[in-house]
């Protein structure tokens, strides 16, 4: 790599969403570190910290070489060169990855049939800036942390435009969870909820990654929560986040508990099962109920992607309760998603929202760590395993913190 000088001082740029402010983070209160302007930028058109991260060579990550929903048969390790990033890019150094019910639609090419094997597996990362372009550096620099929402985070070292990216203030997995899983709920919920005061909530899988949050933000907007579960334990996670009523469909039945307990219908659901818990979601809807569809995860492993759904009479039961149906995918919502996220990180940094975090720590293979792991943590979250949003440790943290 070609040589450059540094020297001055300069000060942090504001951050790409708007949490920093001139002076101090806006989410720490921690003053900002001391920052060096590239004064001699003749050599190269980016920089990368050999000494202080020991970027290696080569590096391991997950590429899709088939289009398959089986994610072990789509899925292979392997080993590339370290990328080198482009003028107004960033190389992040991941540590932690999060795991979604969506690998298995994008390892079977759902999203964007044009794209085809081989292509980068993994949607959401976090980790630390060893290299940016020179455009890059006006708002980055090395050591910095970063998130970032798009593919290649199952991979040691991914290159991500520095325009995608989120500062945040540390490489803490908790941050990760409010990428996908948190947005999603966050502006489902307010874009195509309607929330009021004392209206009744209904979350499926409300333990799991994105359930958790539509549980706490149905909650602070002054609902009665319903939350389906498939274990006591998570139940207890679910009242431990304010969840009213959590129902355990494995000891209970869930369709009479709804008929018996709430005999005037439910008048939002946020949902992500699909097949027959989707068509007892449009049952138990209460006149002009709302039902949100984020996900029908309970198809996704099947060829089609699609689970059964008993749907000729859905327009006369919709009509009769002046109800709706609305489905949600967050890329269609980035122009919320800014305002979404800085909203989370303040709840968090304030002690107001809860973003649990399953590592498989319990599992008996033990914790999810190294890309190897990914494939065990993928079929830990289609088992029904996880509570709260499962992620991988990709890489340990540094030993050394150095600056250049």
């Given at each position: ?56 060579s080569s590096m391991k990550k997950l590429v899709v070489t088939k289009l398959s929903p089986n994610y072990r048969e789509a ?120 929330l009021a005061k004392g209206e009744t909530v209904l979350v499926t899988a409300a333990s799991g990654g994105t359930g958790q ?23 207890g996670f679910l009242k431990s986040i304010g969840c009213d009523r959590p129902i355990n469909y494995t000891t209970e039945d ?151």
């Amino acid at each position: 790599m070609s040589g450059w000088l540094l020297a001055g001082s300069g000060r942090r740029a504001a951050s790409a969403v708007g949490w920093g402010r001139r002076g101090t983070d806006a989410l720490s209160g921690v003053h900002p570190v001391t920052r060096r302007f590239i004064i001699d930028m003749s050599y190269s058109a980016h920089f990368m910290d050999f000494k202080g991260s020991s970027i290696p060579s080569s590096m391991k990550k997950l590429v899709v070489t088939k289009l398959s929903p089986n994610y072990r048969e789509a899925v292979s390790l392997q080993t590339a060169a370290v990328p080198t990033p482009g003028d107004a890019e960033l190389l992040v150094r991941n540590r932690f990855a999060g795991i979604n019910a969506s690998e298995i639609n994008h390892s079977a090419g759902r999203y964007d049939p044009s794209v085809k094997p081989p292509f980068d597996a993994g949607l959401e990362g976090i980790g630390e800036v060893v290299g940016l372009g020179l455009t890059a550096s006006s708002q980055y620099t090395i050591g910095d942390t970063v998130a970032y929402f798009g593919r290649g985070s199952f991979a040691e070292y991914t290159v991500v435009p520095a325009k995608e990216c989120v500062p945040v203030p540390s490489v803490k997995p908790e941050l990760l969870t409010l990428l996908v899983s948190g947005a999603t709920a966050y502006i489902a919920l307010k874009r195509l909820g309607d929330l009021a005061k004392g209206e009744t909530v209904l979350v499926t899988a409300a333990s799991g990654g994105t359930g958790q949050f539509a549980v706490q933000f149905a909650k602070q907007a002054g609902c009665h929560v319903i939350g389906t579960c498939s274990s006591n334990e998570k139940a207890g996670f679910l009242k431990s986040i304010g969840c009213d009523r959590p129902i355990n469909y494995t000891t209970e039945d869930l369709a009479k508990t709804l008929k018996t307990e709430y005999p005037q219908g439910i008048d939002v659901v946020y949902e992500s099962v699909g097949g027959r818990v989707l068509e007892l979601a449009v049952n138990s809807l209460a006149n002009k109920g709302r039902l949100i569809v984020i996900g029908v995860i309970s198809g996704y492993q099947t060829e089609s992607g699609i689970p059964p759904f008993q749907g000729a009479t859905l327009p006369v039961k919709l009509l009769m309760k002046s109800a709706s149906m609305r489905g949600f995918f967050l890329p269609h919502f980035r122009s919320d998603y800014r305002e979404a996220l800085s909203s989370m990180m303040q709840m968090l940094a304030n002690g107001k929202l809860v973003c649990e975090v399953d590592c498989g720590d319990m599992e008996q293979e033990g914790r999810f760590e190294g890309l190897e792991s990914v494939f065990r943590a993928v079929d830990y979250l289609y088992a029904g395993k996880n509570v709260g949003k499962v992620v991988v440790e990709v890489t340990p943290p540094t030993v050394s913190s150095s600056k250049l």
